[in-house]
């Protein structure tokens, strides 16, 4: 398969992601706006279950100077972010690591990284999963970097109306991009499997995802309480929308 035809998965991986995440695009500038102000132009930041490569190939053309770390578990997405990316040479590097494995971070060497980031991943892992990794990426980050998650952070009983109102405007972006022909996630693996390079990962991500329980969603403040004992020193919000935020963690 071609350089091409891999960043158009991306580009069609990008579409399906936009009609789970309204303003996705509005969400990552707010991720890259707040890198730059917290860790200046060049940096070294992790991409935590980086999928085909979305956010780290955006902060590889906002930042000529920075190198990225891509994490994820998917032998098949993996794939495609190392064709999608290969043209960033050695400012990318991609390895395949499990984020709920405490030795996830085993394979990076050199200086401490000074920024980690993550899009619509983290919710994947049950909620001390979380907390565990986030004492992970605490200890991992120099001091003063900068941790910044984006992700769905659902509302609960105590908030009814906006639970309802969050519910509804995802069924709404989801139906308008239905309407409009876009591929939802199980319609672009399928495309995917078309290409014999990736259908030959299929076997080991089913095997990697298998039996793994299906985390009940977090509230914002549980997110802030875990990254503040988890030892990041100040935790915040720094983007919302609804139900989906970014949140800033800083050593
Ligand atoms: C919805 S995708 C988001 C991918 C990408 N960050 C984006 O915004 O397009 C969720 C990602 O989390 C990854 N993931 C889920 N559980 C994981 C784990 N335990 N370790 C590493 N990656 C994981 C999946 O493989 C997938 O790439």
């Not at 991409?47 to 906002?62: E, F, M, V």
């Not at 400012?91 to 405490?102: C, K």
């Amino acid at each position: 398969m071609t350089a091409v035809s891999f960043s158009s998965l991306l580009d069609s991986w990008d579409r399906q992601q936009a009609a789970y995440i309204a303003e996705r695009e509005a969400r990552f500038n707010a991720q890259l706006e707040v890198l730059a102000l917290a860790a200046g132009q060049d940096f070294h930041v992790v991409d935590l279950a980086c999928g085909p490569g979305s956010l780290s190939l955006r902060i590889l053309q906002r930042f000529p100077q920075a190198r990225v770390t891509a994490i994820d578990l998917d032998p098949l997405l993996l794939a495609v972010a190392r064709g999608a990316l290969a043209e960033y040479g050695d400012r990318i590097r991609i390895l395949q690591a499990d984020l709920a494995d405490p030795a996830c971070f085993a394979a990076l060497s050199g200086p401490a990284p000074q920024a980690a980031v993550s899009s619509t991943a983290l919710h994947w892992l049950m909620p001390e999963q979380q907390l565990a990794l986030y004492r992970n990426v605490a200890g991992l980050l120099a001091d003063g970097g900068v941790f910044l998650n984006a992700d769905h952070q659902r509302y609960d009983q105590r908030q009814p109306r906006l639970k309802a109102l969050a519910e509804r405007h995802d069924e709404q972006t989801q139906q308008r991009a239905w309407d409009n022909g876009v591929e939802d996630w199980d319609r672009w693996f399928a495309g995917a499997l078309q290409s014999p390079a990736l259908a030959a990962y299929q076997a080991e991500r089913e095997a990697l995802f298998a039996g793994r329980p299906v985390p009940p969603p977090t509230p914002v403040d549980f997110q802030l309480a875990a990254l503040r004992q988890a030892g990041f020193s100040e935790a915040g919000t720094v983007w919302q929308l609804l139900d989906d935020y970014v949140i800033a963690g800083w050593k």
